[in-house]
C-alpha cells in the first residue's frame, strides 16, 4: 500500500495529539483511557472530515473543478469543514441540508455549523426528510453543469474509497504514536456514522496487520446495515490502495445500542457523556455522533465488557461547535 501516490492537498493540523484521560479513567474506574484529537484537525473548527477532505479536494482540483457540492443534516459537520475547504482552496460550494430533527430552534437553524457555512461563503438550499439526499444533490449538480460549471460532488459524509484514504493515513498516524510512545493499546472506539471513518481506519489496522479491535458506536442505521456499509466501504478502499483482500468481514465491528430516538436526537446517555467529558477532561463533545460513541463507551465499561487493565483510544471525531446548534437540549436554558 503506497498512500503517496494518491494526491492530497494539506488541510489539516497533523499528526493531532493522542493524550490520557486520567480523571476520566479514576471516575469509571475500569480501562485506562487515553484520547485521540482529531476535534483538534484545525480546520473551521476541526473534525474528521478534513482528513478525507484533504484526499477528496485534491481530486476536486485535479479534475478542474469549480464548485463543490455535499449535503448532510441541518448541523452537519461535514458540509461545514467542506465549505471551509473550498474557501481556503479558491473553490466555490453549493450545500443541501437535509431535515432530519424536526427541530425549529434558531440556534439549532441559524448558529453552529450553519453559522459557519454562512461565514465562509457557501451557499444553502434546503431539503425534508425522506429524499434521496444525493439524488438531490446529483440533480443540483447537472444544473451547474448545464450552466457551464465544474461541479465536483462529494457524497455524505465525505464516504467513498477517495474519503476514507484519509482515515487510512490516520490508522497510519495511530500505530506510528502507539510505537513511538510503547502504548499497547487493547481497544480504538469511535462514532461511526456514513462509514468512511471506520472503513479507513480498518484498512490502515489491517494493511498493517495492527491486531487492534476497532469498534464504531452507530448513530443512525441499524448494527447489520452499519456493518455492512462499512465493510462495502473497506473493500473497495483496500481496492483502490492495491491490498486487496485485507479486511475481513469480521474485522468490522459496530455496536448500535447507543442510537436513541434517531439521528441527531441527543439521548439522556449523550448528555451525560457531554458532562462528563467536560467537567472531568475539559475535552467537548459534540451532540450527534462523538457523545453518541462516547455514551456507548463509557456503557460498555460500566457493564464489565471493557475492563481494568485493558487500555482504550478513544477517537474524537469533532464537532463541538454543532453544541451551539444544541442548547435547547442542553440543561442551561435557551
Ligand atoms: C461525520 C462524523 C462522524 C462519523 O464519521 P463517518 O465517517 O461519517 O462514519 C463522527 N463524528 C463526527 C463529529 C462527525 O462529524
Redesign the pocket.
Known amino acids: 500500500m503506497n498512500l503517496a501516490k494518491f494526491p492530497r492537498v494539506s488541510l489539516a493540523h497533523l499528526p493531532t495529539p493522542l493524550e490520557p484521560m486520567p480523571r476520566l479513567s479514576a471516575l469509571l474506574d475500569g480501562p485506562e483511557l487515553w484520547i485521540k484529537r482529531d476535534d483538534c484537525t484545525g480546520l473551521s473548527t476541526g473534525?474528521?472530515?478534513t482528513r478525507k477532505l484533504e484526499f477528496l479536494m485534491a481530486e476536486a482540483l485535479e479534475q478542474g473543478a469549480d464548485i463543490v457540492l455535499t449535503q448532510g443534516a441541518t448541523q452537519s459537520?461535514?458540509a461545514r469543514q467542506t465549505a471551509a475547504a473550498a474557501a481556503k482552496l479558491g473553490l466555490d460550494c453549493h450545500l443541501l441540508l437535509e431535515d432530519r430533527t424536526g427541530y425549529n430552534h434558531k440556534n439549532y437553524r441559524f448558529n453552529g455549523n450553519v453559522l459557519l457555512d454562512h461565514l465562509h461563503g457557501a451557499t444553502i438550499e434546503y431539503r425534508g426528510p425522506d429524499l434521496d439526499m444525493h439524488a438531490e444533490m446529483v440533480a443540483v449538480a447537472d444544473k451547474f453543469a448545464a450552466d457551464g460549471r465544474k461541479p465536483y460532488v462529494i457524497p455524505g459524509?465525505g464516504?467513498n474509497p477517495t474519503g476514507a484514504l484519509g482515515y487510512v493515513n490516520c490508522a497510519l498516524e495511530m500505530i506510528n504514536q502507539f510505537v513511538t510512545t510503547g502504548l499497547d493499546v487493547d481497544h480504538i472506539v469511535h462514532?461511526?456514522?456514513?462509514?468512511?471513518?471506520?472503513a479507513g481506519l480498518i484498512t490502515g489496522l489491517c494493511a498493517m496487520n495492527a491486531n487492534t479491535p476497532l469498534l464504531g458506536i452507530g448513530v443512525r442505521a441499524p448494527k447489520p446495515k452499519q456493518e455492512e456499509n462499512v465493510y462495502n466501504l473497506a473493500v473497495a478502499t483496500c481496492e483502490k490502495l492495491g491490498c486487496p483482500g485485507v479486511v475481513d468481514r469480521a474485522d468490522v465491528v459496530a455496536n448500535t445500542d447507543y442510537v436513541g430516538e434517531g439521528y441527531g436526537i441527543p439521548s439522556p446517555a449523550a448528555l451525560e457523556a457531554i458532562d462528563l467529558f467536560a467537567r472531568y477532561e475539559a475535552i467537548l463533545l459534540?451532540p450527534v455522533?462523538?457523545a453518541k460513541g462516547a455514551a456507548g463507551l463509557i456503557d460498555l465499561i460500566r457493564n464489565g465488557h471493557f475492563k481494568k487493565g485493558e487500555r482504550i483510544v478513544f477517537l474524537h471525531?469533532?464537532?463541538a461547535i454543532g453544541l451551539t446548534g444544541y442548547t435547547h437540549v442542553l440543561p442551561f436554558g435557551e
Not at 462514532?191 to 471506520?198: E, F, K, L, N
Request: charged share 10%; net charge neutral.
Open positions: 473534525g474528521n472530515k459537520n461535514h459524509g464516504s462514532a461511526t456514522g456514513s462509514a468512511g471513518t471506520q459534540d455522533y462523538s471525531t469533532g464537532g
